[in-house]
């Protein structure tokens, strides 16, 4: 009877190794876990402000482009309206 008991013991004693084994291998895990979500939680956060700096130098740049091309259409209007005057007050061969 009482190898039986000691028997039930050691498995007692097992079992409860192989627990306190499991729950440090489940920390383990869940540390890892924690670590790498995180680091990517960073890294979406560093993306998503490259992105909204990547967003605002494109609008920066295609306000430059209709900058540029709306002082062309003024530049082009200007000169064909100072051509037109002058044809009215000097003819086609004032040109």
């Given at each position: 009877?009482?190898?039986?008991?000691?028997?039930?013991?050691?498995?007692?004693a097992q079992a409860m190794a192989l627990a306190?084994?499991?729950?440090?291998?489940?920390?383990?895990?869940?540390?890892?876990?924690?670590?790498?979500?995180?680091?990517?939680?960073?890294?979406?956060?560093?993306?998503?402000?490259?992105r909204q700096e990547l967003h605002t130098e494109?609008?920066?740049a295609v306000a430059a482009i209709y900058s540029?091309?709306?002082?062309?259409?003024?530049?082009?209007?200007?000169?064909?309206?100072?051509?037109?005057?002058?044809?009215?007050?000097?003819?086609?061969?004032?040109?």
């Amino acid at each position: 009877m009482q190898h039986l008991i000691d028997s039930l013991d050691d498995t007692i004693a097992q079992a409860m190794a192989l627990a306190t084994s499991a729950q440090s291998a489940v920390s383990s895990h869940e540390k890892i876990c924690a670590e790498r979500q995180g680091a990517i939680l960073e890294r979406f956060a560093e993306s998503r402000k490259e992105r909204q700096e990547l967003h605002t130098e494109m609008r920066e740049a295609v306000a430059a482009i209709y900058s540029i091309l709306w002082k062309a259409a003024f530049g082009i209007i200007s000169v064909l309206g100072g051509l037109t005057i002058t044809v009215i007050v000097h003819g086609p061969r004032g040109l």
